[in-house]
């Protein structure tokens, strides 16, 4: 039977919490409870609130039945576990570590109860099957390159020493770290194809340590991806809809859609700010454009990124955010979009979803897809809107990158960087830019 261990602040002993007789022999089972949740907070399986949520059947299932709710009770009321309430038909209980193991280091214990490693088996065969259903050639190949990957370990801990305490809180990072250098690899393709591997939840810090057969890795990246994306859906949306209109014209009404996405116009008058938002989205200047119409605010670029996620792409009800007036404001008909496609915020992840696979389309089954099979031995990694490689296979990203482009008729900016060979000091080099075509005019705000 497959050896299983479980990953766990290296204070917290089930003896402390399970103290009745019942619960004496259950050890094992609340080493699971907590190290699922500690799992799961590593790798961002968590909602908008932080919190891991953990469906009553799944825990029923792996842990012992009958005692399975009083360990957690027990967990709860001896404070290593906070819970969350839950919303019928939509999320189950949540669950959150208490704050006293937040500054623990990891520990891996190995799992004793030969009746849960029964259960865990079986119920990782299970899930085995459904993820290979859901892969595709191309994340098969990649999911077999990661294997290749390996990590300076020694190094990424001093890295990770330096960071600040709120970048690894219940040292989730040192578990990643670990799991790279324990060879442990996973890989699975969500329900909007985004791609999940071993560096999807890894500092940027940290990945400076990674490399494969001794060579650093560099990458290509997408600029402003998730705007850019998101003007890549407007005009494929609003394309689809001049070809439904075209049928109506047949019935005597008007032939034109909401607006030509590519001229920038509304049933022939110009879509308010849409070439101008284009603009910036293609040449990769958005960001840092709007950063500058927000000086007065103080927002810097890494918390305008955040917070335009947030409060302007996947904005949930409504609340003051002077980022969303500034957007709304500069890109009327761009936000009224938004807001339609996602119900006024009753349903804000609608568009985020939509970006999420067009990313996966472009990323992983357009230009990853090309590199697999052009170059079957050469390593490459995706991370979201980015591709890893050594750097004497940066070229072959790049032209994949413009072939893709070329195929899907919409341009955009991406930078190179590469990986320094000095290991403990490994420094990217400065940006690189393609230059794509600008089908709209030059920004007049």
Same mark, same amino acid.
């Given at each position: 039977?497959?050896?299983?261990?479980?990953?766990?602040?290296?204070?917290?002993?089930?003896?402390?919490?399970?103290t009745?007789?019942?619960?004496?022999?259950?050890w094992?089972d609340a080493?699971?409870?907590v190290?699922?949740?500690?799992?799961?907070l590593?790798?961002?399986d968590v909602?908008d609130l932080?919190?891991v949520?953990?469906?009553?059947?799944?825990l029923?299932?792996?842990?012992?039945q009958?005692?399975?709710?009083?360990?957690?009770d027990?967990?709860?009321?001896?404070?290593?576990v906070?819970?969350f309430?839950?919303?019928?038909?939509?999320?189950p209980?949540?669950?959150r570590?208490?704050?006293r193991?937040?500054? $623990?280091?990891?520990?891996? @214990?190995?799992a004793? $109860?030969?009746r849960l490693i029964g259960r865990?088996?079986a119920?990782? $065969?299970?899930?085995e099957a459904?993820?290979?259903?859901?892969m595709q050639?191309?994340h098969?190949?990649?999911?077999?390159?990661q294997?290749?990957l390996?990590?300076?370990?020694?190094?990424?801990?001093?890295?990770?020493e330096?960071?600040p305490?709120?970048?690894?809180?219940?040292?989730?990072?040192? !578990?990643?770290?670990?799991?790279?250098?324990n060879h442990?690899?996973?890989?699975?393709v969500?329900?909007?194809?985004r791609?999940?591997n071993?560096?999807?939840?890894l500092?940027?810090?940290?990945r400076?340590?990674l490399?494969?057969?001794?060579?650093?890795l560099?990458?290509v990246d997408?600029?402003?991806?998730?705007?850019?994306?998101?003007?890549?859906?407007?005009?494929?949306s609003?394309?689809g809809?001049?070809?439904?209109?075209?049928?109506?014209?047949?019935?005597?009404?008007?032939?034109?859609g909401?607006?030509?996405?590519?001229?920038?116009h509304?049933?022939? @008058?110009?879509w308010?700010g849409w070439a101008?938002?284009?603009?910036?989205?293609?040449t990769?200047?958005f960001?840092?454009?709007?950063?500058?119409?927000?000086?007065?605010?103080?927002?810097?670029?890494d918390?305008?990124k955040?917070?335009?996620l947030a409060?302007?792409?996947?904005?949930?009800?409504r609340?003051?955010?002077?980022?969303?007036?500034?957007?709304?404001?500069?890109?009327?008909?761009?936000?009224g979009? !938004?807001?339609?496609?996602?119900?006024?915020?009753?349903?804000?992840?609608?568009?985020?979803r939509l970006?999420?696979?067009?990313?996966s389309? !472009? @990323?992983?089954e357009?230009?990853?897809a090309?590199?697999v099979?052009?170059?079957p031995s050469?390593?490459?990694?995706?991370?979201?809107?980015?591709?890893?490689?050594?750097n004497?296979?940066l070229?072959k990203?790049?032209q994949?990158?413009r072939?893709?482009? $070329?195929?899907?008729?919409?341009?955009?900016?991406?930078?190179?960087?590469?990986?320094?060979?000095s290991?403990g000091?490994?420094?990217?080099?400065d940006?690189?830019?393609?230059q794509?075509?600008?089908?709209?005019?030059?920004v007049?705000?």
């Amino acid at each position: 039977m497959k050896p299983y261990s479980f990953v766990l602040p290296e204070s917290f002993h089930p003896g402390e919490f399970l103290t009745s007789p019942a619960l004496l022999c259950r050890w094992d089972d609340a080493r699971y409870f907590v190290s699922l949740i500690l799992t799961k907070l590593a790798r961002r399986d968590v909602d908008d609130l932080g919190v891991v949520r953990l469906r009553a059947e799944h825990l029923k299932n792996i842990m012992y039945q009958v005692t399975y709710a009083d360990v957690i009770d027990a967990l709860r009321q001896g404070g290593a576990v906070e819970r969350f309430p839950y919303q019928v038909g939509e999320r189950p209980f949540g669950f959150r570590l208490a704050a006293r193991f937040v500054a $623990d280091k990891h520990v891996r @214990v190995p799992a004793t $109860d030969s009746r849960l490693i029964g259960r865990l088996a079986a119920f990782h $065969d299970q899930q085995e099957a459904e993820r290979l259903s859901r892969m595709q050639p191309v994340h098969l190949a990649l999911a077999q390159q990661q294997h290749r990957l390996r990590i300076h370990g020694h190094e990424a801990r001093r890295t990770l020493e330096n960071l600040p305490a709120t970048c690894n809180p219940f040292d989730v990072q040192g !578990i990643l770290v670990r799991d790279i250098e324990n060879h442990e690899f996973r890989c699975n393709v969500g329900r909007f194809g985004r791609l999940s591997n071993n560096i999807s939840s890894l500092k940027r810090e940290l990945r400076e340590s990674l490399h494969v057969d001794g060579e650093p890795l560099g990458f290509v990246d997408l600029s402003c991806a998730q705007p850019a994306l998101l003007a890549k859906v407007i005009r494929d949306s609003e394309n689809g809809k001049q070809g439904t209109d075209g049928d109506r014209q047949r019935e005597g009404e008007q032939s034109k859609g909401k607006y030509d996405s590519s001229p920038g116009h509304r049933n022939g @008058v110009e879509w308010d700010g849409w070439a101008n938002y284009l603009s910036l989205v293609q040449t990769g200047r958005f960001y840092d454009f709007m950063v500058g119409q927000l000086r007065d605010s103080d927002i810097g670029r890494d918390e305008f990124k955040r917070r335009f996620l947030a409060d302007v792409i996947a904005k949930k009800g409504r609340y003051p955010s002077i980022v969303e007036d500034v957007f709304q404001r500069l890109f009327p008909s761009v936000y009224g979009f !938004i807001r339609r496609m996602n119900r006024d915020g009753c349903e804000h992840a609608n568009l985020i979803r939509l970006l999420h696979r067009a990313e996966s389309q !472009i @990323v992983i089954e357009t230009v990853a897809a090309d590199l697999v099979t052009r170059f079957p031995s050469v390593f490459f990694l995706t991370l979201h809107d980015c591709i890893f490689t050594t750097n004497e296979h940066l070229g072959k990203v790049e032209q994949a990158f413009r072939r893709a482009f $070329d195929q899907t008729g919409f341009r955009m900016q991406f930078k190179v960087e590469r990986g320094n060979s000095s290991r403990g000091s490994h420094v990217t080099t400065d940006r690189q830019y393609e230059q794509p075509r600008i089908d709209a005019p030059p920004v007049r705000l």
